[in-house]
């Protein structure tokens, strides 16, 4: 089974008949589920997510101390502790891992915070601008199990997904970096004899190019070790994720810089036709460079519109 399975399965085998049993007063105050970092969260742990951080278990997200005072906590988190240590063959670990205890009571405001500097989801526009965006997917991933206070399931969809406005910004930024990277530099590179600053280049286009398509699917790009895996189940653009890897694994040599120069255009023509189908740019040509600044004349917010086109990368 996959780690959100096990743990689903361990919350229905003992996290609730415990909850049920020894706090029914707080069984309509808390959310259980799975969130947070670590590759089952994702849903992309496989044989080699168990050599470390992997263990059977669940999250209780439970309100600020003035719903759930601290003793009340204090006996979840035994209760908690008491649960068998082992199941489907999997033991939990009795030390923390690194950044803390990814399992087991954790206040919501906390566990916000810490990935967004909100505890309530409610973030300010420098705030949406700068929380990276593989936080952000922390906050959103994984799956809740049961919420009987509601609180954990409003602030995660009030975090889903960016505002149009700053998905605009960021969007506009990453665009003209592509133009800048791919469709200009890399050949330049080239032509001063620098392989090196050319792969520099392509991989400067890669990086841009992937944030643009996860932002484009309306989903925040993950920690970078798992974005081609998280990229390729994309609903759209996902085969973009070959075309990358192709671009920052091979060479600049006189047999390859063609084509890539090529790979970086058709990437580019399949963004810009992902632009216009949602009708965010008004240009119409191949230069990515206008589209950028298309796409950020749209913005309505005047503030956010006239702050730098890189504001948001």
Known sequence: MKGIEIARAYYEKFGRPML???????LPLVAAGLCGPGSECFGFDDDTS???DFEPGFCLYIPGEDVVDRKRAFQ????????PREFE?????LAAPVGGSR???IRTADFFRDRTGSENGELTLEEWMTTPSSSLAEAVNGDIFFDGYGEVTRIRASLARYPKDVMRKKLSGLLLVMAQAGQYNYKRCLAHGEEGAAQLSAIEFSRAAMQTVFLLNGVYMP???????AMRALPELS???ELIEYLITTDNGETTRDEKSGVMESIAADVIDALIDRGLTKASCGDLEKHAYSVNDGISDPVL???SIFAGV
């Open 50 to 52: 168990r050599d470390h």
């Open 239 to 241: 085969l973009t994720a």
């Open 223 to 229: 920690f970078y070790k798992w974005a081609f895996r």
């Open 20 to 26: 049920e049993s020894g706090f029914p007063d707080l």
């Open 76 to 83: 979840l988190e035994r209760a908690y502790a008491a649960l």
């Open 305 to 307: 519109r006239n702050m």
């Open 89 to 93: 063959g999997l033991k939990r670990s």
């Open 103 to 105: 399992r087991g009571v």
